[in-house]
């Protein structure tokens, strides 16, 4: 992999994936001249999630002031919560004003990781080839390999179908009848920008979201030209806004509490305005606790699917034919297109590279019992191997993107450490059984577990495996550093 290879072909660190988690990592290891560095890409550009999902409506659910790399700000973003063409925009423009393209293969595949014991160093088998690298840093990201739903009758649909993370943007569905499986994070972006194009839309909701509002708008120039004109500005409305998100977390938003029921009563009155019909309301009203799947913000999803041209079916899909969708009930959606927002596959997802560690262990074994890592970064048995937004690090009350720059400087202690000439770093065996001990009795009463719903977050065992049970501030203190004593070093 020249020119970013060592003299000896090996590189010091390989990245996996140029989203926001690669990305950061690149830039911080060429800021503290850990090197040579490169990084692979399955995809064709810069942006990982942010380059897969064009949807119609994709847009982020943090503001963007918070939801942006603290060390790249930008003052000009357009709307409070900015759309998926500028969120990708911006991480390519922080990739190329940080000179990483030349680092960066595109259309690279990582197949298989096995770790060469006698020489140290990590073998990474590509579509394109192998590269040699101390250690690997994972920042493939969990919500990328599509779930399409086990319906029987799915290959039988005559019209196009596809998944939202893979939207056909050759397909006009204007003046067609569409139909959109899910009312998740996904659909409830993507229903209303349907409902002003298709002809008519059917909405097949198996579980209804708990919605708040978004009040998003967009920010006038005069305040992006001041927040250009004054960095503080902007860095103060930046700790505003994390501060605003952070505070359930603070209040102990995790279990089922006080603060649960007002949420609830919050959401139901949002509900309550934007939807006057009983009937319909009662359809839209969720029957778990507020917070057990993702909480979703929208102004526009109640309008949506009031609309005359708009049906929200509820019933059990039975199978899908050749020109719809067929309800248990008998009732039959005739359909042109289909559109899956189902989902992601983030447990299966995550063991798609098969990663081999010390003493031929894999890792799909050593997560045989669930996947878990020390502070969702390491895995004992895989020596210098890191993953970014790995087990237990996913939030969804605040910016994920704090949570990948606090990884970001765990792993950076970790390769300075191998710089200074130790060979392989790998946490130790109890630190890590205390570590998931710890998340897992914090799991046992939580509002994913106890909050009455199912959700991507709960592994086929019913465990959370995916969501750090706490507040952002809670994981810096327990993840900023690395600590040597909680590694081996060889
Ligand atoms: P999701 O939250 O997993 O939602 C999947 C939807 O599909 C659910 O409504 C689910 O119903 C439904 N579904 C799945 N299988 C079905 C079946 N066999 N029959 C009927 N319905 C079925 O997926 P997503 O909306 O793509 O979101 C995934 C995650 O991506 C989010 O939680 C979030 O972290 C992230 N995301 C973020 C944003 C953002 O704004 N920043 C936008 C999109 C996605 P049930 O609820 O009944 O299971």
Known sequence: ????????????????????????MAIRCREEGIG???????????????RENTYPGAACDVPSHLYSLSFAPKADWSRLYAKQPEIEAYLRGVAESHGLMPLIRFGTTLRRAVWDEGRA????????????????????????????????????????????????????LASRAVGIIGTGASAIQVVPELARSAAHLTVFQRTPPWIMPKNDRAIPPERQARYARHPILRRLERARLFWRLELPALVGFTRVSKVTAQAEAMAR????????????????TPTYRFGCKRVLLSDEYYAAVQQDTVTLETGSIARIVPDGVEMI?????????????????????????????RGGRRLAEAWADGMQAFQGITVSGFPNYFILLGPNTGIGHNSIIAMIEIQVRHVLDCLKTLAKGSQAIEV?????????????NRMKESIWQAGGCSSWYLDAKGRNTTLWPDSVLAYRRSARRARLSDYRLD
């Open 1 to 24: 992999m020249s020119p970013a290879s060592g003299t000896d072909g090996i590189l010091a660190v390989l990245i996996v994936g140029a989203g926001f988690s690669g990305v950061a």
């Open 36 to 50: 040579p560095i490169a990084v692979i890409e399955k995809g064709a550009g810069i942006g990982g999630t942010w």
């Open 121 to 172: 160093l990590w073998r990474a088998e590509t579509d394109r080839g192998e590269v040699l690298a101390r250690a690997i840093v994972s920042g493939a990201g969990g919500l990328h390999h599509p779930a399409l739903p086990a319906i029987p009758g799915r290959d039988d649909f005559a019209g196009p179908s596809f998944h939202t993370a893979a939207w056909d943007h050759s397909i006009d």
């Open 269 to 284: 009155h949002h509900l309550r305005k934007a939807v006057p019909d009983k009937d319909l309301r009662r359809k839209l």
């Open 329 to 357: 009930d008998g009732t039959r959606h005739r359909l042109d297109a289909l559109v899956y927002a189902t989902g992601f596959d983030v447990v299966g997802g995550s063991l798609r590279t098969e990663v081999v560690g």
């Open 428 to 440: 130790r065996d109890p630190v890590q059984t205390r570590f998931v001990e710890r998340i897992r």
